[in-house]
């Protein structure tokens, strides 16, 4: 059994300089999630920041209409009076 080699600082710091670029982290996270040539390690990492960004997405998504149906209560455009 073969073990992947160690990631290094340098390595990592790199990661994390590529992931706070706009668009390009998207794209790179992609790249190294579902990617044959990337380190093990980067590849987990990468897919757990994927996840975590799409269970964000979500719970803004609700937050959002949330805030949508309570002001367009508030404000009547709902078609029924609540208060």
């Known amino acids: 059994m ?3 080699p160690v990631m290094t600082v340098k390595d990592w710091i790199l990661t994390f300089i590529v992931s706070a670029i706009p668009v390009v982290n998207i794209i790179m ?9 990337a380190n093990p390690n980067k590849k987990n990492y990468s897919k757990a920041s994927l996840l975590l960004a799409a269970i964000f997405i979500v719970i803004y998504a609700l937050f959002f ?3 949508v149906v309570i002001l ?3 404000s009547g455009f709902g078609g029924e009076d609540f208060f």
């Open 65 to 67: 209409i949330l805030f």
């Open 72 to 74: 367009g209560a508030a």
């Open 2 to 4: 073969q073990q992947a």
């Open 29 to 37: 996270l992609f790249i190294w999630a579902f990617g044959d040539s």
